[in-house]
T-cell receptor, first 113, second 118 residues
Framework: AQSVTQLGSHVSVSEGALVLLRCNYS??????LFWYVQYPNQGLQLLLK??????LVKGINGFEAEFKKSETSFHLTKPSAHMSDAAEYFC???????????FGTGTSLTVIP | DADVTQTPRNRITKTGKRIMLECSQT?????MYWYRQDPGLGLRLIYY???????NKGEISDGYSVSRQAQAKFSLSLESAIPNQTALYFC?????????????????FGPGTRLTVL
């Protein structure tokens, strides 16, 4: 079975500081990996995804994530936080042989002015 | 206009009542999903459908039923609502082809329905 672990249910950073949100997955076969963002009172929106190829993936709004197979990780980063980045972030995995997404429990990002 | 819409956006109901949440999409996708979101638990899959005649249970289907009336419509019903079904419910779609290698296809989410069962 798939599982996704997001370390830190709440993360606070100062405006302009580095954002690092952690995601680890458990799978004997490398899965497809996704990061979604949920702004208040909205649905989930795709930030970026890893399928194959380059392990450093760039997404919208200046976010990027690196797939590290040896660490079974897919951490999300942004060099400089903006107030508009305050939201809930979800990591998810999927596989060809499965029928669904498996979501982590989410990380709430607060940006301090 | 939104590609995936959900109605109602907010609903308060009482224990034992039957309630239906509706989802419509204009994306032309075959696959549709219902999730519930609870604080600290992330999103969990309730039901999913590959097409009108193919409906499957997800991780937490007990207490729920679904109907796929058309490619564009997928409804979730709570036959007899209970307080622990209070949650945020999301509908999602995917353009993954039936029988194809679909793991890399993203899912597109509606705005959610906030349901409170008293």
């Amino acid at each position: 079975a798939q599982s996704v672990t997001q370390l830190g249910s709440h993360v606070s950073v100062s405006e302009g500081a580095l954002v690092l949100l952690r995601c680890n997955y458990s799978s004997s076969v490398p899965p497809y990996l996704f990061w979604y963002v949920q702004y208040p009172n909205q649905g989930l929106q795709l930030l970026l995804k890893y399928t194959t190829g380059a392990t450093l993936v760039k997404g919208i709004n200046g976010f990027e994530a690196e797939f590290k197979k040896s660490e079974t990780s897919f951490h999300l980063t942004k060099p400089s936080a903006h107030m508009s980045d305050a939201a809930e972030y979800f990591c998810a995995v999927s596989r060809n042989t499965g029928n669904q997404f498996y979501f982590g429990t989410g990380t709430s990002l607060t940006v301090i002015p | 206009d939104a590609d995936v819409t959900q109605t109602p956006r907010n609903r308060i109901t009482k224990t034992g009542k039957r309630i239906m949440l509706e989802c419509s999409q204009t994306k032309g996708h075959d696959r549709m999903y219902w999730y519930r979101q609870d604080p600290g638990l992330g999103l969990r899959l309730i039901y999913y459908s590959f097409d009108v005649k193919d409906i499957n249970k997800g991780e937490i289907s007990d207490g729920y039923s679904v109907s796929r009336q058309a490619q564009a419509k997928f409804s979730l019903s709570l036959e007899s609502a209970i307080p622990n079904q209070t949650a945020l419910y999301f509908c999602a779609t995917s353009d993954a082809p039936r029988g194809g290698r679909f793991g890399h296809n993203e899912q597109f989410f509606g705005p959610g329905t906030r349901l409170t069962v008293l």
